[in-house]
């Protein structure tokens, strides 16, 4: 971790801060913040902030940027901002980043409105179909014996209780890894579960389980559906967004590439 967190360090990032700069150190009257801490994690592309670190883990990342300040220190007291090689290193950081914060600012120039976004969603609305999907559970047992008790039980039971029910029989007698969420398996589309499983699930309405047990190379299931969802187009909506950034993206490409088609038209190229 030590040797990820002092990459970092030295990455020129342009990353997010947060709101409020809060001094975690003082290293030599030079203060070492939260903000200081976060441009690291972000920089490492950590999808966590400072604040949610366990204590331990603070700690290491603070007391390896203390580290890093203070081995900066060193190298600028050694004179090496003289060197060739600090000067021609700067140079090349300097186009880049100003070239980073340019290609930003071109960025942040183009707009698209929704009215653009909705002829994309209305031209490809096959591209943003949701297919028919089950939310279901499942009891995994060795034999088909055993399956056939289940449903037996099963069969006894009120519908108003039958989910509760099923939940309790799975985290008693499933062998399957989901059987402390309940025989939980999640929404799944057809063609993501072993063929017989899906077939079997796929039959089923919302709030009825399997009347035979179902065999699959993993042992014998009984499978109960909570929900089933027709396959439907993603309303505009929910897509919106999505559809902007990525015409955002198109846009400033081809902005990007035009404005190079002119500078190379103009620009003396000499190929060695």
């Known amino acids: 971790m030590k040797k990820i967190i002092l990459a970092g360090l030295s ?14 150190a003082t290293v030599n009257g030079h203060k070492i913040t939260k903000e200081d801490v976060q441009t690291v994690l972000n920089s490492m592309g950590a999808r966590t902030t400072y ?7 603070k700690r290491k990342v603070l007391d390896q940027i203390i580290e890093q300040q203070l081995l900066q ?6 004179g090496i901002e003289k060197s060739k090689e600090y000067k021609e290193a700067l140079d090349k950081l300097k186009k880049k980043l100003a070239l980073d914060i340019w290609m930003k600012k071109e960025l942040d120039k183009i707009q698209v409105s929704d009215k ?9 609305k096959n591209s943003f179909q949701r297919p028919e999907s089950v939310h279901a559970r499942h009891i995994l047992l060795k034999t088909e ?11 006894k039971t009120p519908k108003s209780k039958l989910k509760s029910k099923f939940e309790e029989l799975a985290k008693t007698k499933s062998t399957g890894p989901s059987a402390s969420r309940g025989g939980d398996l999640g929404t799944f589309g057809r063609g993501q579960m072993v063929k017989p499983f899906s077939d079997a699930a796929f039959a089923l309405k919302a ?3 399997t009347k ?15 929900e089933k969802n027709p396959a439907q187009t993603i309303p505009f909506e929910q897509v919106k967004d999505r559809i902007k950034q990525n015409l955002k993206m198109e846009k400033f490409k081809d902005k990007i590439q035009e404005i190079a088609k002119g500078l190379r038209s103009k ?3 000499k190929y060695q």
């Open 267 to 269: 620009a003396k190229i």
């Open 212 to 226: 035979q047990p179902v065999k699959t190379q993993f042992g014998y299931h009984v499978i109960y559906v909570e």
């Open 73 to 78: 220190e060193k190298a600028l007291k050694s």
């Open 207 to 209: 709030g009825e389980f």
């Open 11 to 24: 990455a020129a990032t342009l990353a997010l801060s947060l709101p409020a700069a809060d001094t975690l």
């Open 116 to 124: 653009e976004a909705k002829k994309v969603y209305e031209e490809h």
């Open 51 to 57: 604040d949610a670190l366990p204590d331990d883990i």
């Open 145 to 155: 014996e055993e399956a056939k008790k289940v449903i037996e039980e099963l069969s």
